[in-house]
């Protein structure tokens, strides 16, 4: 069965950098993208990216551009997300879901990860 | 930018039918596909809804949706309602190579 599964929980400082990683199971990695979607309390969702486990080709929300690097290790089947520069309101849970054949909608979601930026 | 607008929140009985809308701000919201994902409480978000009016498998047909381009807007209707479908919905759709998220909705059963 496909699972996602994500790295713990981080505390961070203002100003430091995350990087929050997605091992993937039981389906071919390098065949469907990774997307990150991250949800701050009590908020929405909120699209962050895209990577192509295949090529490394990689695909930005705007508001994220030059703070964001979504890479991954086809070896290991595992995809990562690092965001630096980090504030107070990147205080959020961070989902890696994988999207469907089509590339349509995200089919998969990994149990999300909790960053929490704090002084 | 593209945007999404859900209601806030929605509320009805057991049994009832509920329709949860979003609106697209620009644009044909029936130019690229809309997805309909359910989050409950503590947990990540899964699908009912996809490509429109798709449901994936295992998700019943009490779920379904729809595309209005006279208003500009997409919806998700749950029939027979149960309190088991109390939960937070968000639509999905595109804008130019980003993926965009409705604010979403929050389904009260009561």
């Known amino acids: 069965q496909v699972q996602l599964v994500q790295s713990g929980a981080e505390v961070k400082k203002p100003g430091a950098s995350v990087k929050v990683s997605c091992k993937a199971s039981g389906y071919a990695f390098t065949g469907y993208y990774i997307h990150w979607v991250r949800q701050a309390p009590g908020q929405g969702l909120e699209w962050m990216g895209r990577?192509?486990?295949?090529?490394?080709?990689?695909n930005y929300a705007q508001k994220f551009q030059g703070r964001v690097t979504m890479t991954r290790d086809t070896s290991i089947s595992t995809a990562y997300m690092e965001l630096s520069r980090l504030r107070s309101d990147d205080t959020a849970v961070y989902y890696c879901?994988?999207?469907?054949?089509?590339?349509?909608?995200?089919?998969?979601w990994g149990q999300g990860t909790l960053v929490t930026v704090s002084s | 930018n593209f945007m999404l607008t859900q209601p806030h929140s929605v509320s009805e009985s057991p049994g009832k039918t509920v329709t949860i809308s979003c609106t697209g701000s620009s644009g044909s919201i029936a130019s690229n596909y809309v997805q309909w994902y359910q989050q409950r409480p503590g947990s990540a978000p899964t699908t009912v809804i996809y490509?429109?009016?798709?449901?994936p498998s295992g998700v019943p047909d009490r779920f379904s949706g729809s595309i209005d381009s006279s208003s500009n807007s997409a919806s998700l209707t749950i029939s027979g309602l149960k309190t088991e479908d109390e939960a937070d919905y968000y639509c999905q759709s595109y804008d130019s190579g980003s993926w965009v998220f409705g604010g979403g909705t929050t389904l009260t059963v009561l």
């Open positions: 990577v192509t486990p295949n090529s490394g080709l990689t």
């Open positions: 490509e429109d009016n798709q449901r």
């Open positions: 879901a994988r999207a469907d054949s089509s590339g349509y909608y995200l089919e998969y």
